[in-house]
């Protein structure tokens, strides 16, 4: 069945560092991807999406590039701030399903 | 526009007993789904409505679980009776018609079952 694969946590980066959270999927059929991520005490949040293959997502400094070639969806920030500190979760969807799949989440602490 | 609200935030409950959470969605969205993550692992799918029919249920672990949507607005998810590995946090989420319209998800119910 579809699945997710996330980087084991915690990363741990001091401010300004670049960050890169690795997420590779399995699929049967064309997924979107997308990253969700949780702040302490918060729900998820949508931060990003791409629905097919070189699509790129990005929203708050964060970049993610749908490869199909490697089944990859690795979410990228070119300098983090300590309110970055937050689990990040790479989920994909089937087309036509309402099922969301998830990785296991990446915990993300930045240090001032 | 109110968010998805979840409540309670913490239950801590003793093995054997019942525990009900409850879900209300953003109004006007007629998805809504059941979500949990256990031990820290990957949050897993664990049933979707549309309305107030349970539209995809395959997710749900075993009969202990009972989850209800009464006129398709709040939803309730009640575990009965509770076993220690029901232990986790459940998400709730809504979205609005379209399989891909995204989902808004609740801060979560974290269940401990001691």
């Known amino acids: 069945g579809d699945s997710v694969t996330q980087m084991e946590g915690p990363v741990t980066l001091s401010e300004e560092a670049f960050l890169t959270i690795n997420c590779t999927y399995t699929?049967?059929?064309?997924?979107?991807l997308f990253w969700y991520v949780q702040y302490p005490g918060e729900g998820l949040q949508l931060l990003l999406k791409?629905?097919?293959?070189?699509d790129k997502g990005s929203n708050k400094g964060f970049e993610a590039t749908y490869r199909k070639e490697t089944t990859s969806f690795h979410l990228e920030k070119g300098s983090v701030q300590v309110s970055d500190s937050a689990v990040y979760f790479c989920a994909l969807q089937e087309d036509s399903s309402y099922k969301l799949i998830f990785g296991s989440g990446t915990r993300l602490l930045v240090r001032p | 526009e109110a968010g998805v609200t979840q409540f309670p935030s913490h239950s801590v409950i003793e093995k054997g007993q019942t525990v009900t959470l409850r879900c209300d969605p953003i109004s006007g969205h007629d998805n809504l789904y059941w979500y949990r993550r256990v031990m820290g692992k990957e949050i897993k799918f664990l049933l979707h409505f549309v309305k107030e029919s349970k539209q995809d249920e395959s997710g749900m672990p075993n009969n202990r679980f009972l989850a209800e949507r009464t006129g398709g607005t709040y939803s309730t998810l009640k575990v009965q009776p509770a076993e220690l590995e029901d232990s986790g946090v459940y998400f709730c989420a809504s979205s609005r018609g379209l399989a891909l319209d995204i989902q808004y998800f609740g801060a979560g119910t974290r269940l401990s079952v001691l």
């Open positions: 791409a629905t097919k293959a070189d």
């Open positions: 699929a049967t059929g064309y997924p979107s």
